[in-house]
């Protein structure tokens, strides 16, 4: 079975902090992608990575980066925390095999910041 | 860009069979995925659309028309567990593997 973890299920931080958000798979998927979900929004794509050092934006790319040093660990970055970013945070993986591009999510990090 | 369009919220009795609709306008058309996600969880694969016509799948069933730009899951014999919100994503772009989801439709399943 896919697994793809994230780091934590809950966080709260504070405005201006830099905030750090991990997520790992276990399946050797080459792709990676960052959501955000908010009510009435729905799942709306930060950032994704074809692979490894590779990184693209999303729709919505602003004031969030990412970090991918390993296949399987893919890392996105809040480097100022602002309230607007109180969200559920997903993460997830799939393969780059034609045929499915299924994607497999982790559980999620609900961010609240104060 | 894409334009993805399904219900806000619909409510069906237990044992019933209801269907949810989506239609979408994309460029690069290549596929579309429907996604399960209960309250306060990750979304999970439910099927996968490529060519016109019905699969199915247990109780869960998805229908996709390329030329219409409309997919539906068809989901019979509900059960309470059923009640969730259902995503449509259609994925964009031959070589692209980047699905955009829609806002979802929050299914109740009612006794």
């Known amino acids: 079975d896919v697994k793809v973890t994230q780091s934590s299920r809950y966080l709260v931080k504070r405005t201006g902090e830099k905030v750090f958000l991990e997520c790992v798979q276990d399946?050797?998927?080459?792709?990676m992608f960052w959501y955000r979900q908010d009510p009435g929004l729905g799942l709306r794509l930060i950032y994704f990575?074809?692979?490894?050092?590779?990184?693209e934006k999303g729709d919505i790319p602003e004031g969030y980066s990412v970090s991918r040093e390993k296949k399987e660990r893919f890392s996105l970055i809040l480097e100022s925390a602002s309230t607007s970013q109180t969200s559920m945070y997903l993460c997830?993986?799939?393969?780059?095999?034609?045929?499915?591009?299924?994607?497999?999510f982790g559980p999620g990090t609900r961010l609240t910041v104060l | 860009g894409q334009n993805i369009d399904q219900p806000t919220e619909m409510t069906a009795t237990e044992g019933a069979i209801v269907q949810i609709n989506c239609t979408y306008q994309t460029s690069g058309f290549n596929g579309l995925f429907w996604y399960q996600q209960h309250a306060g969880e990750a979304p999970t694969f439910l099927s996968y659309n490529v060519l016109d016509g019905l699969e199915e799948k247990g109780r869960f069933s998805s229908f996709l028309s390329r030329s219409k730009g409309y997919s539906y899951l068809l989901l019979k014999e509900l059960q309470m567990k059923d009640s969730a919100s259902y995503l449509c994503a259609p994925v964009s772009g031959a070589g692209s593997y980047q699905l955009t989801f829609g806002k979802g439709t929050k299914l109740s399943v009612i006794p």
């Open positions: 997830a993986s799939s393969s780059r095999d034609r045929g499915t591009d299924t994607q497999y």
């Open positions: 990575s074809y692979d490894v050092k590779m990184k």
């Open positions: 399946m050797d998927h080459e792709n």
